[in-house]
């Protein structure tokens, strides 16, 4: 099994760049299928989840090619409806396949993404905005088989602003006849830069960012070229890691304005940052006070930061409150920070961390992605050699991390 060895100790310094947004660059491969034009995305990840979706479209009729950060993609007809199983079940997110196969199609068959280590997430809201639109949808076998003989436009309120839910309608309404009203909408930054890229491709979406998306349906779209916005998550992983090991970096490709809750809950924990021309400087000298966070939909502190924040919080001066509202299992990186010494408490949906010198080296094990950006933070400042395994969670959502690190001095080793 391939690990990342990991000798803590050395602060961050130098330039790293961030890569475009995984969660964004995901759902918009997957609009890509609305068009029968060639598409063209620039700044899309080479990571596993990114390879896994181009292969998922692939199956459906689209060619796919990657030239370094761009992806060529052409869908001239979809000839298939089935999401293959097995890649659905790899990754859920193929479920955002659904809304721009039905708008196309009519029809799509795919399996019910399973759950994973963070939690069961389900997918009923998807099938409730689907079925607002007159989609008809039944299990079969495991699959589910959602057709429509032409989708017409709705107003839809969200029990709660789910992201791949508000994306999945965002993208069936895109070619439904007449207008949709999402209310109770998902506003991340990921959701604008889908709305962007189908308005790229002719469509008419506004109000995305807001909690209220307003959708004319189109009956066809032209090609475009689409540049990727970054990934907020990415910089803020690096951002705690600098701060974490007392380091001075300048993080390139990053738009401050997403980060906005990371930022405030850093400057409170007493870390100076400066906004640049192109990007954000970080000097991480000192002791941190400890604070407390609480998970929520944008624009609060967004949960997939919820792990490295912790990791960055056990060597703060004091004891901080860490509260997950939106997966109901992601605390699997708290036995991992146990191992190497970390103080934390877990009460319900709340995590007490107790803020100590220094972490000691350990062997642990990635469980999640974020998880693993936890694990890796940990390590950097960690006394002595730590091994990480499962770092193929970490691939799926962080693009070239021990290249990336190295330039910044780590000491890090991929072991295949
Ligand atoms: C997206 O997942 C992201 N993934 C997640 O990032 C992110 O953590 C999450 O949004 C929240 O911001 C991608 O964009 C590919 P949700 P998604 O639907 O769309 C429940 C990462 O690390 N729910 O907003 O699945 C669900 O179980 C990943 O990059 C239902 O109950 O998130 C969860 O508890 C992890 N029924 C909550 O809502 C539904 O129909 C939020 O889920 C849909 C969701």
């Known amino acids: 099994m391939s690990m990342l060895t990991i000798t803590g100790g050395k602060p961050l310094e130098g330039t ?4 475009g947004a995984k969660n964004a660059v995901l759902p918009i491969i997957a609009a890509s299928l609305l068009c029968g034009e060639p598409i063209q995305l620039e700044d899309a990840p080479d990571l596993l989840d990114v390879n896994v979706m181009s292969k998922v479209i ?4 689209a060619t796919v ?15 298939c409806i089935e999401a293959p199983y097995d890649l659905v079940t790899q990754m859920r997110a193929s479920i955002v396949t659904m809304g721009p196969l039905l708008a196309r199609r009519g029809h799509v068959r795919i399996s019910h993404p399973g759950g994973c280590a963070i939690g069961s997430r389900p997918i009923n809201w998807h099938l409730k905005g689907l079925e607002a639109l007159g989609a008809e949808i039944k299990m079969d076998h495991g699959f589910l088989d959602v057709s429509s003989k032409g989708l017409k436009g709705a107003r ?6 789910s992201v791949g839910a508000t994306e999945n309608i965002m993208m069936a309404a895109a ?7 999402i209310e109770n909408a998902a506003q991340e930054p990921e959701i604008v ?5 189908i308005n790229e491709m002719g469509g008419k979406v506004r109000g995305a960012g807001t909690s209220i998306i307003h959708i004319e349906g189109v009956r066809e779209f032209h090609g475009t070229t689409h540049t990727v916005i970054p990934d907020r998550i990415e910089a803020g992983s690096y951002l705690l890691m600098v701060a974490a090991t007392g380091g001075d970096v300048l993080v390139q490709n990053v738009i401050a304005d997403h980060l906005k809750p990371l930022i405030a809950k850093m400057e409170e924990a007493g870390i100076r940052m400066m906004e640049e021309d192109d990007g954000i400087r970080i000097s991480g000298k000192g002791v941190y006070n400890a604070v407390d966070i609480k998970t929520q939909v944008h624009p609060g502190f967004p949960t997939d930061l919820q792990a490295p924040f912790m990791a960055f919080l056990t060597r703060s001066n004091g004891t901080g409150l860490i509260t997950e509202t939106v997966f109901e299992n992601r605390f699997m990186h708290v036995d991992e920070l146990k191992r190497m010494g970390a103080d934390i408490k877990i009460e319900g949906r709340s995590a007490i961390v107790q803020g100590i010198q220094r972490l000691n080296a350990a062997p642990v094990t990635a469980t999640d992605l974020r998880a693993g950006a936890a694990l890796i933070l940990a390590a950097l400042t960690a006394e002595g050699t730590t091994c990480i395994r499962g770092i193929h969670h970490i691939d799926r959502g962080y693009e070239q991390v021990e290249k990336k690190l190295s330039q910044l001095g780590a000491n890090i080793i991929r072991d295949e």
């Open 156 to 161: 839809i309120y969200m029990d709660y602003p």
């Open 58 to 61: 692939s199956a459906l009729g």
């Open 193 to 197: 830069d889908l709305a962007t890229f």
């Open 65 to 79: 090619e990657r030239d370094g950060s761009t992806l060529k993609i052409h869908t001239r007809e979809i000839d």
């Open 175 to 181: 070619m439904a006849k007449g207008t949709t009203l």
């Open 16 to 19: 790293i760049i961030v890569s």
